[in-house]
Structures are given as C-alpha cells and as structure tokens.
C-alpha cells in the first residue's frame, strides 16, 4: 500500500494520503512474540480470536498529520512501554521513587506532574486523544470484523479534533475528562486493545489498553465531581493515576472477551506459551 489522493479527515486538506494505521504500527511489533514458531499478535475479531499478522489500516491522514500524531505522543509513548514479553515497566520504577502520592480513595493513587517531570503528561493526553478519535472514523474490516465505532456528539467531536491539530491554542472543553492511568500489575500485558464503551459508568464513558497504560475518556454533563477533579489534562496537577480498580476492570474484561470467543486455534500458541515461559495470557 503506497499513498492515495484525497480529504484528509482530521486536517481536511486535500492532500497525499498515507497508509494509516488505527493503532501505531510500532505497537503490532511489540505485540509480536518473537520466540514462538508464529510470532504474530492475537487478534480478536469477528467472534474469534486467532493470530494475524494484519492490521487495522486504511487511507486516512496526510503526512502532515501522520507526523502530528507522531510528534504529539506517539514517539514518546513507544520510548516508555516494554520493548518485549517479560521486560519490566520502567514508569512503575518511577511511580515508586516518587513523592509520595495524593490519595482519592482505596483504589486509586494520584501522581502530580511536578513530583514525576520523568513523565510528559502532555503528550500522554494528546495520545489518548488521537486514539479515541480515531475511533470514530470508520476502518476497513480485518479478519472479518472491525474496532467499535465510537460516536461522539458533534460539539465533543469538533473540540477534540481542534485540539488535536493546535493543542497549544485550543482548550479541551470541562466536560472532556480525560484520565492517563498505569498499569498496576508486574506482568505487563504485550497488547494493544481499541477503544470500548464503559459499560460500567452510568454517563458516557470509554477506554483502551497500550502496553502498560489505560486510557479512559468521558464526556458530558453526568460526569462525577471526583472524576472531573482527578482529569489528567483539567486538573492544576495534571494528575497521573494508579487505578486498581479500573485495572481489575480492564483485566476482567480481556480475560472475559478470551473466554467468550472462538480461540481453538491458539490452543498450540497456549501450549508453546507454557513450555517456554511457564505461564499464559491473560493473566496478572
């Protein structure tokens, strides 16, 4: 796949469109697992999960805004997540010999940017963001099925792509909460997951899992106080958070999808997992 002409869907140019991948096609290659005979991520679709060495793409963005998502967070997100199976998360090193954190409730520790200047809060939230509204747009079907469409309300849809193109000038609205968590667990799992709706939050609420990092987004006016005050991007700490909770909740439901779909062609892959690493996937 090489490039096509036509509207750019974040800036709107007509331009040179490249071959654009949902998720970053550096997170496929962490999620490959080099020692085993097919090396190729899990891939879950179409009520199945089997491994494919095929990718969420299409033709989506001009470079112009290729080199924008790269710039914003991606690059830097790659350079801190485990480069391969087993190796450990250097951020949960960090968050250890931090100021001590604030503390919002049992299961939820707060980390303010000034006690971890280790860590770029900017461009995490820029991530998170490019990500979510990515899941907007429609992708070409792999392997039969495609990520979960998010549809967001106009207003919400037009503030986050302005802020995607000029974070510097334009402002997040206060109901766009956006909250940057890490990865509470030693094993982390080698797996990118699309964004999903929260089924559990009673207003409108998503998120997605990146090597180590979860990503959650709501929006609108239900949002509870205590959610608004702990945004990664809204509050005056720019909080970075250890959700045990939303990790519990985020593994439950990984562990869930695994045990729902069709996955009697990974039966070999488990097999191999064990005798090479004593373990399997997913667990914490």
């Known amino acids: 796949m090489g490039v096509r002409h036509g509207r750019c869907e974040l800036c709107h140019a007509t331009a040179d469109l490249c071959d654009s991948h949902f998720l970053p096609k550096a997170a496929y290659k962490r999620a490959r697992a080099t020692e085993l005979k097919n ?5 879950l679709s179409d009520g199945k999960a089997k491994q494919s ?21 991606e690059r830097w997100i790659l350079d801190h997540i485990p480069e391969n199976y087993g190796d ?11 100021v001590s954190p604030v503390s ?9 940017q000034t006690s971890i200047p280790e860590v770029d809060m900017e461009k995490l939230v820029y991530f ?23 549809y967001l309300s106009g207003r919400h849809e037009s503030a986050i792509r302005a802020f995607l193109l000029e974070p510097e000038k334009r402002k997040l609205p206060k109901d766009v909460v956006v909250t940057v968590a890490v990865w509470p667990y030693n094993k982390v799992y080698p797996l990118a997951t699309p964004p999903r709706t929260d089924a559990e939050a009673e207003y409108r609420a998503y998120w997605f899992y990146y090597h180590g990092f979860i990503f959650a987004l709501a929006l609108g006016r239900k949002i509870p106080a205590l959610a608004r005050r702990c945004c990664s991007y809204h509050s005056p700490e720019k909080f ?9 909740q985020v593994k439950n439901t990984i562990a869930e999808d695994f045990k729902r779909l069709d996955s009697s062609s990974l039966k070999s892959m488990f097999r191999e997992i064990r005798t090479k690493r004593g373990t399997h ?4």
């Open 39 to 43: 090396p190729n991520p899990v891939v």
């Open 53 to 73: 060495s095929l990718q969420v793409r299409d033709y989506k963005f001009c470079r112009v805004c290729e080199k924008r998502f790269n710039d914003g967070g």
């Open 88 to 98: 450990g998360f250097k951020l949960q090193d960090t968050l250890l010999n931090a």
């Open 104 to 112: 919002s409730g049992r299961d939820d520790l707060l980390y303010p």
């Open 128 to 150: 998170a963001l490019s990500i979510f509204w990515r899941a907007t747009r429609h992708w070409r079907p792999v392997e039969g099925g495609s990520p979960e469409r998010l």
């Open 240 to 248: 970075l958070a250890v959700n045990r909770g939303l990790a519990r």
């Open 281 to 284: 996937l997913p667990q914490s």
